[in-house]
């Protein structure tokens, strides 16, 4: 059984950082941790994705150049440093795994995640 347990949300100014984690579990082969995001009243977006087997990733164009995804093979956990923080970033950001690698990093759509955390609350006050 997969597990996926975020962690790293909290309240943050803007212009700020925040790391998110996402400890992965159970996966027996290659696999893709995504970052979603759902904020009140709007649509789940997705943010970041990347691959266990080669480390490709993908960004959100909202995000690029401000949000870094990375893994740690050895602790099978993955990190989004979310810099330059906005008060437009406040969400929930869900943490999801994907068997289906090479799709999830080309088109992160959530129907391609079938795993998912619990979500942990990102607040960028303005």
């Known amino acids: 059984e997969v597990q996926l347990v975020e962690s790293g949300g909290g309240l943050v100014q803007a212009g700020g950082s925040l790391r998110l984690s996402c400890a992965a579990s159970?996966?027996?082969?290659?696999?893709?941790i995504g970052w979603f995001r759902q904020a009140p009243g709007k649509e789940r977006e997705g943010v970041s994705c990347?691959?266990?087997?080669?480390?490709?990733?993908y960004y959100a164009d909202s995000v690029k150049g401000r949000f870094t995804i990375s893994s740690d093979n050895a602790k099978n956990t993955v990190y989004l440093q979310m810099n330059s923080l906005k008060p437009e970033d406040t969400a929930v950001y869900y943490c999801a795994g994907s068997t289906v690698t090479r799709v999830a990093v080309t088109t992160m759509t959530a129907a391609d995640f079938g795993s998912w955390g619990q979500g942990t609350q990102v607040i960028v006050s303005s």
């Open positions: 159970g996966f027996t082969d290659d696999y893709a």
């Open positions: 990347i691959s266990s087997s080669d480390g490709s990733t």
